[in-house]
């Protein structure tokens, strides 16, 4: 049977919130549990794991996307989900094996990147921005109202029940896979596919990377993405364990801030951002959420205090602002069939600091001895009351110099972002791309030569 219905863009979304809403459940059980798990280099720790994870899935994206293309959409979504939530279980069996895991499951951890050619199998041109749009959203929603929940479950009931809630949750999202999810390749089109060679180009997750330098604009929006994604890729590896252990958070309040924060985010990155796009023009839109994110940083790395980690959250759901208005700016200024050429080289650079930025960001917290000699406190109501025999535990004046690092970084980013023109046409030497994307395309998916391969591993973050 190949599932209920017609495939749509519906089957895609339960699948995307059943998987992260599991992950989001575990998000404050799973910071007591990396501390206890490594006392001594917690956040060197967290960075490696999140790094070696995010490295891996940069590397396998494009051949899980290639093979997709040719086996099916179906199979490969169940492959995704079970190897991304083989590690949830072993949380309470065996630490050391949980975290482990989580490194190696990289390699699967992709699922994004099927679900967004599932997308594109059953839709139409016109309609991919807002189906992928429906899916981010419905990722967002999903850690909007998980981590609250998880953590509301582990303290009236203990993290056990949370591990098994979780566990409960991922083997539903398989289970519907399995039963209600139909394949999106036509059954016609994948038996002839079966002996499709799969060539290099299309498994090799630095090609479109090569093609940075062969255009001055590009070059400059790839180093601006470059710049200001890296600290903000090892900011969501660290940051709420950062909350946790050193600023003294409760459970209940990391996911409360998670919460505000993506709320906060969905407004700025529709309201705001399409206001601000209609006023002040797409480069000011890009400088102006780069400013914030600079702000952001900074004050996330001089502050000492609960409430200045509130006041500058909401200073980073402005700052979100700023990969929309890139994205934007490279539709509305590349040729027709160059979209998914330039769009595919700003996802490769973005998947590439997925895993860079974690490690960066650990090996600084190491280097400048943020870490916990003891393990956490009893926690109280407010989160607040503890802060201050937290920071006794630290001797450096800056709680957070990863964050002011990424702040110098963003600074050199808006730098860059100066010299990118309003209004040009992005010119990449790509026929060899565009001829190897035409005789590997398949007949069901009609669109023009250059978007044969559009990005499939698109943004995961709110």
Not at 146 to 174: C, F
Not at 353 to 365: E, S, T, V
Not at 430 to 441: E, Q
């Amino acid at each position: 049977p190949q599932g209920i219905g017609s495939p749509s863009v519906y089957h895609a979304v339960i699948v995307i919130f059943l998987e992260f809403f599991a992950w989001g459940l575990l998000t404050a059980p799973t910071l007591g549990v990396l501390h206890e798990t490594f006392p001594k280099h917690t956040f060197l720790m967290n960075g490696l794991i999140q790094g070696v994870k995010g490295l891996l899935s940069f590397l396998s994206a494009p051949l899980i996307g290639a093979l997709s293309d040719v086996w099916g959409r179906k199979s490969f979504l169940l492959l995704t989900v079970f190897f991304t939530c083989a590690p949830i279980p072993l949380m309470k069996i065996s630490p050391w094996w949980y975290f482990a895991v989580i490194s190696v499951s990289g390699v699967f951890a992709v699922t994004f990147s099927v679900v967004f050619a599932y997308v594109a199998d059953i839709t139409q041109e016109h309609e991919r921005s807002m189906a992928y749009g429906l899916v981010s959203a419905t990722f967002a929603a999903s850690l909007v109202t998980s981590p609250a929940i998880g953590a509301y479950l582990g303290r009236v009931y203990g993290d056990s029940l949370v591990v098994v809630l979780a566990t409960a949750i991922a083997l539903l999202d398989i289970c519907f896979i399995l039963v209600a999810v139909p394949e999106s390749l036509p059954e016609k089109m994948r038996p002839a596919s079966w002996g499709a060679p799969i060539s290099w180009e299309q498994a090799d997750p630095f090609a479109s990377l090569k093609k940075v330098g062969q255009d001055s604009i590009v070059l400059l929006i790839c180093i601006t993405v470059f710049l200001s994604y890296l600290p903000e890729a090892g900011q969501y590896s660290s940051f709420f364990l950062y909350l946790r252990q050193i600023m003294g958070f409760s459970s209940e309040s990391v996911a409360a801030f998670i919460a505000v924060l993506g709320i906060l985010s969905i407004i700025a990155q529709t309201i705001v951002l399409s206001l601000l796009m209609r006023s002040i023009g797409n480069k000011n839109t890009i400088l102006l959420g780069l400013g914030f994110q600079i702000l952001q940083l900074a004050w996330y790395g001089f502050g000492s205090e609960p409430w200045m980690m509130w006041a500058a959250g909401a200073v980073a759901a402005m700052s979100s602002i700023t990969f929309p208005a890139v994205s934007a700016l490279v539709s509305r200024t590349a040729d027709a069939d160059q979209q998914g050429v330039v769009q595919g080289m700003i996802t490769g650079i973005r998947g590439l600091c997925n895993g860079l930025g974690p490690a960066l960001y650990g090996f600084i917290f190491y280097i400048f001895h943020v870490e916990l000699n003891e393990l956490p406190m009893p926690e109280s109501s407010s989160g607040g009351s503890v802060v201050a025999q937290y920071h006794l535990q630290q001797n450096s004046i800056i709680p957070g110099p990863p964050f002011l690092f990424g702040a110098c970084s963003v600074l050199l980013a808006l730098l860059v972002a100066l010299f990118i023109p309003e209004h040009t046409n992005l010119n990449v030497r790509s026929s060899n791309w565009k001829k190897h994307c035409g005789s590997h395309g398949h007949p069901h998916s009609p669109q023009a030569p250059g978007e044969a391969k559009e990005p499939l591993l698109q943004d995961t973050n709110v």
